[in-house]
C-alpha cells in the first residue's frame, strides 16, 4: 500500500496532461501543474524549517493551492492541521497552543491579526483563495524539491479536532496508514476510478472534503470539478458533464426545490453520497422518485474516517448506512460492559480496523478511555444491526448538535451564555431546521429584573464562536426542566420547541 502522497506522484506520472482541478470560469490545472506546485511548496516548508513529524497548521480559503500544501506537507514528512475558515482568534489560539505547530498558514484578510501570533517556534504565511498570499510568493520563488521523506504507515499525517460536549478540543491523530487504507476501501466499495469526474463542492478541513473526496479523486486519478460555494442551479448545470457529487443532506434538501432537478439533469451522473449527518428519509425517497437515482449514505468520523456504507450494487436504504468497509469490523455492545449485543438490540457502535486513529493528540489518558482492551473504538454513537445486517445509527451523545453538517457541541456556547451579565444558566439544543437539519437554539433562564433579549445574548457571544455555532435563537424562560437527580432534561426542551423552526 502506498502513502496518499506516494499515489499522487504515481498519478501525476500515470496522467501528467489530465486536469486535477477543473474550476469553472478558470484554467484547469494538470497532474503534472500540481505536481510542480507541491514540489515547490515542499522547498518552501522545508526552508521554513519544517522536519518530520512538525504540524502545519492551516486555516485558508478553499482552493487548489491548499491541497497541493496538504501534499507538500506530507512530501516533507509533516502533519497537515486544517482548521475550519470559521473560527476565532481566540479558537486559533487554543489550537496553536495546542498542537504547537512550525507554521501556521492563513487567510490574507487575516495576515495582520495572526502575524502577532508569530514566535521564534511559529511561522505565519498567508495563502488566498486566488493562489496570491505570502506563502504563494515564496512558493513562485522557490525551485523544486522532489526528493520526499520516508515515513511509516504507522506514523502521524494529520491532526483533525474534534469537541467533546465537555472539556477542551481534541486532536485525533491520523497516521498515513488510516488515510491510505480508508481511501482504498472506499475506491472499491465505490467503483471510483480515474474515469470519474467529481463535482467538489465541499469544505476541505474535515474529513468528508479532505481525506474522502480528494484523497480518493488524488490517488485514483480521477478529475474533480472544484467550487468554492454550493449553488443548487450551478451544480444541475455541471451534472451533464460529471459523474459524481459528494454531499452533506443540507445539499440534496436543496437540490430538491429546484424545479430542474429531474431524471434528464442527472442522466450522466453515477453516484450520489451523503454524510456527514442523517438524511432526511423523505429526501431519500423524493431524490429517487424525481432522479431515478438513490442517494448513498454512509457513516464516519474524525477518529476513524469512513466506516460503514450502503452499497454500490444493491438496495440504499432510507435511515441506515449499511455494512462495514472492507477490512473494518463493526459490532453493538452494552455501553458500560463492553460486551456484544445480540442482533437487532440497540446498544454502543464499536469499530476496529486500519481506519482507527492513533489516539488524541498529547492526551493519552483521554485516548485510553476511548478503547476497548481488544482495540475496539467506542464511537459515542447508539446503534443496531438489523436481520438485513444493515447498520442504523439511532443515537449519539444527546448534547451533540449537527447543523449544516457540522458539529456543534452545545457546552461550548453554554458556558459563553452562562458568564454574561444577567444570566442564571442556559441550556442549548438542536431543533429540526428544514435547511441546516438541526438549528442550534439557547433556552436561557434570566436573572430576575434583568433586562435581557435576544440581541443582547448573540452580541455578547458572537465575536467568540464560528458563525456555525451561533443560536439561531434565544429563547427565555424562567427555569429549565431537571430530573429528580437535578440534571437538566434537554429531551423537554426539544419537545417543547419542536416546531420552532416550521
Same mark, same amino acid.
Given at each position: ?77 509533516? @502533519? ?138 488524488? *490517488? ?18 455541471? %451534472? ?5 457529487? %459528494? ?73 441506515? @448506512? ?71 445509527? *439511532? ?28 444570566? @442564571? ?59 429528580? %437527580? ?17
Amino acid at each position: 500500500m502506498q502513502t496518499i502522497h506516494e499515489s499522487f506522484i504515481a498519478s501525476a506520472e500515470a496522467h501528467p496532461d489530465k486536469a486535477l482541478f477543473e474550476r469553472p470560469g478558470q484554467p484547469d490545472t494538470t497532474y503534472a501543474g500540481t505536481r510542480d506546485l507541491v514540489w515547490r511548496l515542499s522547498r518552501v516548508l522545508t526552508d521554513i524549517g519544517v522536519r518530520p513529524g512538525d504540524r502545519v497548521a492551516v486555516q485558508a480559503d478553499k482552493s487548489a493551492e491548499a491541497i497541493c500544501l496538504y501534499l507538500a506537507t506530507l512530501q516533507v514528512g509533516g @502533519v497537515y492541521l486544517p482548521l475550519n475558515t470559521a473560527y476565532t482568534g481566540a479558537e486559533i489560539d487554543y489550537f496553536l497552543g495546542d498542537a504547537s505547530p512550525r507554521l501556521f498558514v492563513c487567510t490574507l484578510p487575516t495576515l495582520a491579526e495572526h502575524k502577532t501570533r508569530e514566535t521564534d517556534s511559529l511561522r505565519v504565511e498567508s495563502l488566498g483563495a486566488d493562489g496570491d498570499g505570502t506563502l504563494m510568493a515564496l512558493a513562485d520563488a522557490a525551485s523544486p524539491l522532489a526528493d520526499r521523506v520516508e515515513r511509516a504507515m504507522s506514523e502521524p499525517a494529520a491532526i483533525l479536532y474534534t469537541s467533546g460536549t465537555t472539556g477542551r478540543s481534541k486532536g485525533a491523530v491520523l497516521t498515513h496508514g488510516n488515510l491510505a487504507s480508508n481511501t482504498a476501501a472506499l475506491l472499491e466499495s465505490w467503483r471510483y476510478t480515474s474515469e470519474d469526474r467529481l463535482i467538489h463542492a465541499l469544505p476541505i478541513f474535515h474529513t468528508h472534503g479532505l481525506f474522502v473526496a480528494a484523497n480518493m479523486s488524488i *490517488v485514483s486519478g480521477a478529475t474533480m470539478i472544484w467550487l468554492t460555494k454550493f449553488d443548487p442551479d450551478q451544480i444541475i448545470d455541471l %451534472m451533464a458533464d460529471a459523474t459524481v457529487l %459528494m454531499g452533506v443532506p443540507t445539499f440534496y434538501t436543496r437540490l430538491l426545490k429546484s424545479d430542474r432537478l429531474d431524471r434528464d439533469a442527472t442522466a450522466r451522473m453515477r453516484l450520489f453520497v451523503s454524510g456527514s449527518a442523517p438524511l432526511l428519509a423523505e429526501d431519500h425517497r423524493s431524490f429517487q422518485e424525481r432522479t431515478g437515482h438513490a442517494i448513498l449514505e454512509r457513516y464516519g468520523m474524525t477518529e476513524t474516517c469512513m466506516i460503514t456504507t450502503n452499497p454500490y450494487d444493491g438496495a440504499r436504504k432510507p435511515g441506515a @448506512v449499511g455494512m462495514a468497509l472492507p477490512g473494518i469490523e463493526i459490532r453493538i455492545t452494552d455501553r458500560e460492559t463492553g460486551q456484544p449485543l445480540p442482533q437487532g438490540d440497540i446498544g454502543a457502535i464499536e469499530v476496529r480496523g486500519p481506519n482507527v486513529f492513533e489516539g488524541y493528540w498529547q492526551m493519552p489518558e483521554k485516548t485510553a478511555s476511548e478503547f476497548r482492551p481488544d482495540r475496539f473504538f467506542i464511537t459515542g454513537d447508539l446503534g443496531q444491526i438489523g436481520d438485513d445486517g444493515y447498520l442504523r445509527i *439511532v443515537g449519539r451523545d444527546k448534547d451533540l448538535v449537527i447543523s449544516g453538517g457540522y458539529n456543534v457541541y452545545p457546552k461550548e456556547i453554554e458556558g459563553l451564555i452562562d458568564d454574561l451579565p444577567g444570566v @442564571v444558566e442556559s441550556a442549548v439544543i438542536g431543533l429540526p431546521h428544514p435547511d441546516l437539519g438541526e438549528g442550534v437554539t439557547a433556552v436561557v433562564v434570566p436573572q430576575p429584573g434583568a433586562e435581557l433579549d435576544e440581541a443582547a445574548v448573540l452580541a455578547g457571544i458572537g465575536d467568540r464562536l464560528a458563525r456555525y455555532k451561533q443560536p439561531k435563537r434565544v429563547l427565555f424562560t424562567a427555569e429549565l426542566p431537571r430530573n429528580v %437527580m437535578g440534571k437538566v432534561q434537554k429531551a423537554e426542551l426539544r419537545k417543547t420547541y419542536a416546531g420552532l423552526y416550521n
